[in-house]
């Protein structure tokens, strides 16, 4: 049985400061949502607040990327290790974001799903196609491809995938849920044939996702969750998001 999975994705949003006042509103919201795993990944910079006070609360924490190196001379970059060490259990990759303004490969990305995993993390990998490519019918060789070379020799017991098409995220414009449904449906099979118990692998929907349109996402077989951007940085919406049903 998968257990539905709602994450937050706050990109380059909110203070330590902020992240304290989101938690102290949000926490009381979600208490005794225990049929929920419940994700947060703030910026890295409030992954130290944000894991001190979600001690005891069950609510999970995530970061938005890591590198593939243990250590080294590489400015800028954030280890698997320091994650973990910030108490974090999982981390995003390929989100679409990283691919398309810091040019992260499948080849990358795949490095970077191993080192995660081989540090103790799990991962939440996003895929997905941008208008174009669905409006010339490329979708399933786009999203086909990128978990063949993403996932290439990955645990996938400890992989959450997220299908997040790139023109519904951040525009308002969410996939219906049987455009969802459709692309789910299609990574359960792939995800099968490349090695995974593709049942048991939770594959969770980004974009535009909203208290208003949750529930009918939600309601589709092959969905089970969501990663939410611009909605999840108010402590209602996300609350309302959690508790969907
Ligand atoms: C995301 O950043 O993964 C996302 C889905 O954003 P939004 O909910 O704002 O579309």
Redesign the pocket.
Known sequence: MRKPVIAA?W?MFKTTAETSQFLEVFLPLVKGCHDVEILLAPPFTSLAVASEMLKVSGVRLCAQDAFYEKEGAFTGEISVNMIVDCGCSHV?LG???RRQYFKETDEILNKKVRAAIGGGLEVIF?VGETLEERETGKTFDIVGRELEIGLQGADYSKITI?Y?PVW?????K?ATPGQSQEVHSFIRKKIGELGAVSKETGIIY?????PANIKSLMEEKDIDG???????LDPVSFSQIVKYN
């Open positions: 994705n990109k995003i989100h679409s974001e996003c997220a997040e519904a995220i951040g525009t308002g969410t980004g974009g535009s996702v909203k969501a990663l939410v951007g611009g909605a999840s």
